[in-house]
């Protein structure tokens, strides 16, 4: 079982700036990728960021050039720097991590975080 633990959501201004963490803890034998979504009221939930293993970072369209996607492999945490917000911004936002165990280390499975409100008004 894994746990993915998010903090950083909140309201801000926009043309302001937030930092989204993700912690991944419990029986993980490799992390495969991690990355962010987002899923606006009546809209589908979108790739925004990824970091996969052994790989460089890609963005969504939208947010290139705005948001920055880093990662601490030594504590399986992924974060997500996000400058210039716009309104177009506000949605839910859920970490991902694909992950193998040490039980089963040929197979991935992906888990997600509970979700986090960013609100950037205008």
């Known amino acids: 079982q894994v746990q993915l633990v998010e903090s950083g959501g909140g309201l801000v201004q926009a043309g302001g700036s937030l930092r989204l963490s993700c912690a991944a803890s419990?029986?993980?034998?490799?992390?495969?990728?991690m990355s962010w979504h987002r899923q606006a009221p009546g809209k589908q939930r979108e790739l925004v960021a990824s970091f996969p293993r052994g790989a460089i970072p890609d963005y969504a369209d939208s947010v290139k050039g705005r948001f920055t996607i880093s990662r601490n492999s030594a504590k399986n945490t992924v974060y997500l720097q996000m400058a210039t917000l716009k309104p177009e911004d506000t949605a839910v936002y859920y970490c991902n991590a694909r992950v193998r165990h040490f039980s089963d280390d040929l197979i991935s499975y992906d888990y997600w975080g509970q979700g986090t409100q960013v609100t950037v008004s205008s």
């Open positions: 419990g029986s993980i034998f490799r992390i495969d990728a």
